[in-house]
């Protein structure tokens, strides 16, 4: 898996737009962008991937920079129930069989009220 | 859709006490999978099964068992509790590579468990 930096935590406003980035400069072409977050206590969840186009689901957009070297994670109106670890994952789709997720540290996003 | 349920919840054994931790989806994954993670220590791959009637180690699979009798289930057996399995315990699921090249994977809610 490529490796990526992300800020250790950052804050939000409930309401507003959560901007959370990563760094992934030595990213290979095949390698895809994925994101998760853990909610304390809570099990991982999906949330959304890409591999150089901008992608949009029901809980988030995903940006990513042309030179596919950064990407930016946009939770579009947080709400408490956002704050949560967000982890940026880069990694080949096929992994191999066993599949096994490595997180790194995250960001701690806390929204604020 | 119920997605990846896990029970118990929460679960105290004595050591050398022996228990299974249920997992089960209803997405129709073929792929699944049973992490721990302990405090400051990630994630770490236990067993996974690519389909029914096929299991396959991870990074620690000593002191569990694992089965895959059908599609939808994949329990943990803890064969002889040890206090080194406290820990919470993840189940996870996926689409086959064939059905979802890109692997992403939904994870159960966690069973905490504590080895006395």
């Known amino acids: 898996d490529a490796k990526t930096t992300q800020p250790p935590s950052m804050d939000c406003a409930e309401g507003r737009a959560a901007n959370l980035p990563c760094n992934h400069s030595?990213?290979?072409?095949?390698?895809?962008v994925y994101w998760y977050r853990q909610i304390h206590s809570q099990g991982p969840q999906y949330i959304i991937h890409?591999?150089?186009n901008n992608e949009t689901n029901e809980m988030a957009s995903l940006i990513i920079t042309e030179d596919r070297k950064s990407s930016t994670l946009i939770l579009p109106h947080a709400t408490l129930r956002d704050t949560a670890v967000y982890y940026c994952?880069?990694?080949?789709?096929?992994?191999?069989?066993?599949?096994?997720?490595?997180f790194g540290s995250g960001t701690q996003l806390t929204v604020l009220p | 859709n119920a997605g990846v349920t896990q029970t118990p919840k929460f679960q105290v054994l004595k050591t050398g006490q022996s228990m299974t931790l249920q997992c089960a989806q209803d997405?129709?994954?073929?792929?699944m999978s049973w992490y721990r993670q302990d405090p400051g220590m990630g994630l770490r791959l236990i067993h996974y099964?690519?389909?029914?009637?096929?299991?396959d180690q991870g990074e620690v699979p000593n002191g569990y068992n694992v089965s895959r009798s059908t599609t939808e289930d994949f329990p943990l057996r803890l064969l002889s509790a040890a206090p080194s399995q406290t820990s919470v315990y993840f189940c996870?699921?996926?689409?086959?590579?064939?059905?979802?090249?890109?692997?992403?994977?939904?994870f159960g809610p966690g069973t905490r468990l504590t080895v006395t």
């Open positions: 996870a699921s996926s689409y086959s590579i064939r059905t979802r090249p890109t692997g992403e994977q939904y």
């Open positions: 030595t990213i290979s072409g095949n390698e895809y």
């Open positions: 890409g591999l150089k």
């Open positions: 994952i880069v990694r080949v789709a096929y992994k191999g069989s066993a599949r096994q997720l490595t």
């Open positions: 997405m129709n994954h073929e792929y």
């Open positions: 099964s690519v389909g029914a009637g096929i299991t």
